[in-house]
């Protein structure tokens, strides 16, 4: 099975600038989990869908948002670009089968935006 | 909610010698516990991971132990090779919400 993908892979933005990301599941995948990664910061977790609905959020601000289509792709935006949202955006899937037990999330290569 | 911390931050071994990393967390509620590789520039690749009904997991060199009363966990490597190389990525979490820990960088010298 081919892999998560994501697009694009590098992006250069200028503050208060808007952004998508878009993410493409393995086959057969029905959960998109987004991640910001930053040297800083780490790995944080942004939001999860399922089924076109959000089911988890993080500690971000509502500039950043993001959907689920019926084929289980995902995208997300950035608006009003700030400098620190300069970072890997990694989007992982897994099956998504029951909503209470632990999938294994597979990661895809990530977007990685430059806000200057 | 959850809060998982991770030591060291690096960690340098002699090749053929056996690593640990080790991580805390502090909701109990978590029931999955996985770790991650990456590498520069590479997206993260799972490794190994634990379930909470779990206590121990091994796969041929890399282990993983769960401690739920004392709400830790930790990677074993054993015989590492320069390739092990890389970040390594404790996680906690519950379904598909994860917290990571904040990374150990191990660097396996010839």
């Known amino acids: 099975k081919a892999g998560v993908t994501q697009t694009p892979r590098y992006l250069i933005k200028t503050r208060g600038q808007q952004v998508t990301l878009s993410c493409s599941p393995i086959?057969?995948?029905?959960?998109v989990s987004w991640y910001q990664q930053t040297p800083g910061q780490g790995l944080q977790f942004l939001f999860e869908?399922?089924?076109?609905?959000?089911?988890n959020k993080g500690n971000f601000p509502g500039r950043f948002s993001g959907r689920q289509f019926s084929n289980s792709r995902s995208e997300m935006n950035v608006s009003t670009l700030e400098l620190g949202d300069s970072a890997l955006y990694l989007c992982?899937?897994?099956?998504?089968?029951?909503?209470?037990?632990?999938?294994?999330?597979?990661f895809g290569p990530g977007t990685r935006l430059t806000v200057l | 909610g959850e809060n998982v911390e991770q030591h060291p931050s690096t960690l340098s071994v002699q090749e053929g010698d056996s690593a640990v990393i080790k991580c805390t967390y502090s909701?109990?509620?978590?029931?999955?516990f996985p770790w991650y590789k990456q590498e520069l520039g590479k997206r993260p690749q799972l490794i190994i991971d634990?379930?909470?009904?779990?206590g121990e997991k091994k796969d041929q060199r890399i282990a993983v132990t769960l401690n739920k009363t004392a709400k830790h966990f930790s990677l074993h490597i054993t015989e590492t090779q320069p390739e092990d190389s890389a970040v390594y990525f404790c996680?906690?979490?519950?379904?598909?919400?994860?917290?990571f820990g904040s990374g150990t960088q191990l660097t396996v010298l010839p």
């Open positions: 909701d109990s509620a978590s029931n999955y």
């Open positions: 869908y399922f089924s076109e609905t959000q089911r």
């Open positions: 996680a906690g979490g519950s379904a598909r919400q994860l917290t």
């Open positions: 992982a899937s897994s099956l998504g089968v029951q909503w209470t037990l632990p999938d294994t999330q597979y």
């Open positions: 634990i379930r909470s009904n779990v």
């Open positions: 086959s057969g995948h029905r959960s």
